[in-house]
């Protein structure tokens, strides 16, 4: 089985308890560990809805978007489109249920692909990439596709190496899907080559929450 489809295949499995994650559906007992242990989460979230500003008639694309909070957020907020794209069907299909149950799926298009392989038509005010550079094996390729579509800022999470943390989490994807870790002075370097016009490193929690805005 290729790297590629390990990772699709997994999150495919894996996509309903990722999306109880973000609230209405879960347990009282789950809320309470997901405050806990799901901090990076919920900060990449707020920094980056709050990035997105402002966004009433804007253009946004959620790259790897799972199942799909952030544009749905950006939409209800009066994005005029929002393009989610993942690989993983099972992400799509809660991603567009969610829209619909939102009330944005007229400005939501939620489209099964891969961002690496597949050619992304059109520009975007907005870029997020938030939780899948985890799973790039190729960023340098990554950065630059989202600085070539993006016209205004993309936002970036990375997940940070080094600590008990990162190993423990290194272990439990062993079985799972490949990983892929930084240290601020890797994207420091990688952001640099990438020519953007400027770029942010911020460490929240277990991540860095980059924001670059293209040339
Ligand atoms: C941890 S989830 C994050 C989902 C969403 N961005 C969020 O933060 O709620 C990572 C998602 O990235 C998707 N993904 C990873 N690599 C991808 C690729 N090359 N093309 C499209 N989707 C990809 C996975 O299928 C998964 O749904």
Same mark, same amino acid.
């Given at each position: 089985?290729?790297? !590629?489809?390990?990772?699709?295949?997994?999150?495919?499995?894996? @996509?309903?308890?990722?999306? +109880?994650?973000?609230?209405?559906?879960?347990?009282?007992?789950?809320?309470?560990?997901?405050?806990?242990?799901?901090?990076?989460?919920?900060?990449?979230?707020?920094?980056?809805? $709050?990035?997105?500003?402002?966004?009433? #008639?804007?253009?946004?694309?959620?790259? #790897?978007?799972?199942?799909?909070?952030? =544009?749905? +957020?950006?939409?209800?907020?009066?994005?005029?489109?929002?393009?989610? *794209?993942?690989?993983? $069907?099972?992400?799509?299909?809660?991603?567009?249920?969610?829209?619909? @149950?939102?009330?944005?799926?007229?400005?939501?298009?939620?489209?099964?692909?891969?961002?690496?392989?597949?050619?992304?038509?059109?520009?975007?005010? &907005?870029?997020?990439?938030?939780?899948?550079?985890?799973?790039?094996?190729?960023?340098?390729?990554?950065?630059?596709?989202?600085?070539?579509? !993006? #016209?205004?800022?993309?936002?970036?999470?990375?997940?940070?190496? =080094?600590?008990?943390?990162?190993?423990?989490?290194? *272990?439990?994807?062993?079985?799972?899907?490949?990983? &892929?870790?930084? !240290?601020? $002075?890797?994207?420091?370097?990688?952001?640099?080559?990438? =020519?953007? #016009?400027?770029? $942010?490193?911020?460490?929240?929690?277990?991540?860095?929450?980059?924001?670059?805005?293209?040339?």
């Amino acid at each position: 089985m290729t790297v !590629t489809r390990r990772t699709s295949d997994f999150f495919d499995s894996y @996509a309903h308890d990722f999306d +109880a994650i973000y609230g209405n559906k879960n347990t009282p007992f789950n809320r309470v560990v997901n405050h806990l242990f799901r901090k990076s989460m919920r900060l990449r979230y707020a920094k980056t809805i $709050e990035g997105c500003y402002p966004v009433e #008639g804007k253009r946004v694309i959620d790259i #790897g978007c799972g199942p799909g909070h952030f =544009g749905i +957020a950006l939409a209800r907020k009066g994005a005029s489109y929002v393009r989610g *794209l993942d690989f993983a $069907e099972g992400m799509i299909n809660i991603a567009r249920s969610n829209a619909k @149950a939102a009330g944005v799926d007229k400005v939501c298009d939620f489209m099964l692909g891969d961002f690496m392989k597949d050619p992304i038509p059109g520009r975007f005010d &907005y870029a997020i990439v938030m939780g899948v550079m985890d799973y790039i094996s190729e960023p340098e390729k990554a950065v630059e596709k989202v600085l070539s579509i !993006t #016209g205004s800022k993309a936002f970036f999470s990375f997940p940070v190496d =080094g600590g008990m943390l990162a190993w423990q989490r290194k *272990l439990r994807y062993k079985k799972r899907c490949e990983l &892929y870790m930084y !240290t601020r $002075e890797r994207l420091h370097a990688l952001f640099s080559s990438a =020519g953007c #016009g400027s770029f $942010e490193v911020e460490k929240i929690s277990r991540d860095f929450f980059v924001t670059a805005v293209p040339k």
